[in-house]
Nanobody
Framework: QVQLVESGGGLVQAGGSLRLSCAAS????????MGWFRQAPGKEREFVGA???????TYADSVKGRFTISRDNAINTVYLQMNSLKPEDTAVYYC?????????????????WGQGTQVTVSS
């Protein structure tokens, strides 16, 4: 049974930082690309960033230069370091696992999803 469990969300002031973690189990983690998505109230889910099994990264323009994705295959965990946070970053953040490494900006490329963690950025 595959599980993705996010943690690290919370309330932070604008300009602050948070690091989200996503612990994976039940899959061969090193063989999966991992992505982060977010969904704000009343809005559609949107792509934040992704990292392939080999470490290639891609980001949404809205977070480029502020957010960094990394992974530790030894402990089956992917991270999202978020700096210079803005109120518009407020959302539930989800991690997801994809068995392929293409078109990772699309949610339908992912096989498994976590339950999400809330990030709230106050102004």
């Amino acid at each position: 049974q595959v599980q993705l469990v996010e943690s690290g969300g919370g309330l932070v002031q604008a300009g602050g930082s948070l690091r989200l973690s996503c612990a994976a189990s039940g899959l061969t983690f090193s063989g999966y690309a991992m992505g982060w998505f977010r969904q704000a109230p009343g809005k559609e889910r949107e792509f934040v960033g992704a990292i392939t099994w080999s470490g290639g990264r891609t980001y949404a323009d809205s977070v480029k230069g502020r957010f960094t994705i990394s992974r530790d295959n030894a402990i089956n965990t992917v991270y999202l370091q978020m700096n210079s946070l803005k109120p518009e970053d407020t959302a539930v953040y989800y991690c997801a696992a994809a068995s392929g490494s293409y078109s990772l900006t699309y949610g339908n490329r992912y096989n498994y999803w976590g339950q999400g963690t809330q990030v709230t950025v106050s102004s």
